[in-house]
């Protein structure tokens, strides 16, 4: 009680500055553990210092003011590191880390470079469901796979270490997506990083890709029986990247990480392609490229 009384002597203003110096996570800790904190641990020149600096990305009208706008600098960060909001062209989509405040972004299937995107034949645009983006890019049938993706460097966090996913779905029948593994590279600054992954796990031999029954493919069942005969399984020991289940319910490939430096003023180009083997693809639902802060371990 002593302690508590001592405490509760500080000035708000020197508190304030303390808790400045910790983390979101520390400073609802405080507020919960100490009445004497409370005060000082939700005044928005605490959570001002969370907040990234500057301003954020104009976002899509309405997307944080439901059901009202924010009434303080810890409710926005509550709310931006919630889940994603949408920016205006509502093609990219933004939120928080909820650790260190680094912004965090997924570019959409739409806001992508696809090969043959454009033509029917070889991929389709279909609605999505379970997603902040309206539409998702679902390949038809391609030998030549090619995604490019790019974001300006001044739109992330500085002297963060960042972390590119595709995140993707797979129809019932899809098939081609195991073998030859595809490349993915990181461009970013002088900094150039490339790493064989696959979009097929060892762990998708019955192909159930969790796709809602909305989710049409149009690909002619016996191309897949012969697919599947031949099913090539990827070794642990090749160092190929495998895709992860995500708890919404994708799946996500990690692409590589990099750096974003202090000062940089140029873009970050993110690949995923595979161009050389000729064999045909299909099945693969992409509804974007996620760039997330990097955790270690």
């Not at 790493?195 to 809602?212: F, S």
Request: aromatic content about 8%.
């Amino acid at each position: 009680m002593e302690e508590a009384c001592e405490i509760a002597r500080l000035p708000e203003e020197l508190v304030s500055a303390a808790l400045a110096r910790t983390s979101p996570r520390d400073a609802c800790r405080a507020a919960a553990v100490s009445p004497a904190f409370r005060a000082a641990a939700d005044s928005d020149a605490v959570w001002a210092c969370f907040l990234p600096p500057g301003a954020l990305p104009p976002l899509a009208d309405g997307d944080l003011a439901a059901p009202a706008p924010p009434s303080s600098k810890k409710e926005l960060f509550l709310r931006l590191s919630a889940g994603p909001a949408l920016l205006q062209d509502r093609l990219v989509s933004v939120w928080l880390d909820r650790e260190t405040g680094a912004k965090c972004y997924m570019l959409s299937a739409r806001n992508l470079f696809i090969v043959w995107g454009d033509t029917p034949q070889y991929w389709t645009w279909i609605p999505l469901e379970d997603s902040r983006f309206s539409e998702g890019a679902q390949l038809m049938h391609v030998c030549w796979f090619e995604i490019r993706g790019k974001i300006h460097s001044k739109m992330l966090s500085q002297d963060t270490t960042y972390a590119a996913y595709m995140v993707f779905k797979t129809t019932y029948n899809f098939y081609g997506l195991d073998f030859p593994v595809q490349e993915a590279s990181i461009s970013a600054g002088a900094t150039n990083s490339t790493r064989k992954v696959c979009l097929q796990g060892n762990d998708d031999d019955d192909g159930e890709g969790g796709v809602p029954e909305n989710y049409r493919p149009m690909v002619p069942f016996p191309r897949l029986r012969l697919r599947r005969r031949n099913r090539r399984v990827v070794s642990h020991e090749e160092n190929v990247a495998l895709p992860q289940q995500r708890a919404d319910g994708w799946m996500e490939l990690e692409l590589g990480e990099f750096l974003n430096e202090g000062g940089d003023d140029g873009e970050v180009s993110i690949s995923l392609v595979e161009t050389k083997g000729g064999n045909w693809k299909s099945g693969l639902i992409v509804q974007g490229i996620e760039i997330r802060r990097k955790k270690s371990g």
